[in-house]
């Protein structure tokens, strides 16, 4: 294995805290296959490569999968209810995100275009495009 294992300062922790800085979401491209991953891991999903280029995400996508959640945790008990959504990136990445504007099931559609919002909450907030296609 001539693959080059992760550099310092890349664990698990440190990723996830600086998931959105810049307000710009961070991801990973494996050189090897052009598989784009939001999330980090020690491999690459698709062809178990060990090289990991850290790359800017885009910033807006389509809704994949949704839930709305009416009970949530602590931190975002003032936004209930609010969908929990996977958003397939522009660009590639799927990445996990919380939707405040949602409060119902039919206000929100697998399909739709949304975008990311940088906020002063946990996690990664998106919002419905406002010239969403139909
Ligand atoms: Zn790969």
Redesign the pocket.
Known sequence: MTDELPRAGHAVADFVQGYEEGHKLRGFR?P????VSATWGMA??????RNREERELGQAGRVVAFTLLTVPGDEFLNDAPYAYVVVELDGGGRITGWMPTVKSVDGLAVGDRVHFVPSYKPGVQFAKEADASP
């Open positions: 494996c090897k296959c052009g598989f690459c999903p698709r062809c178990g490569g």
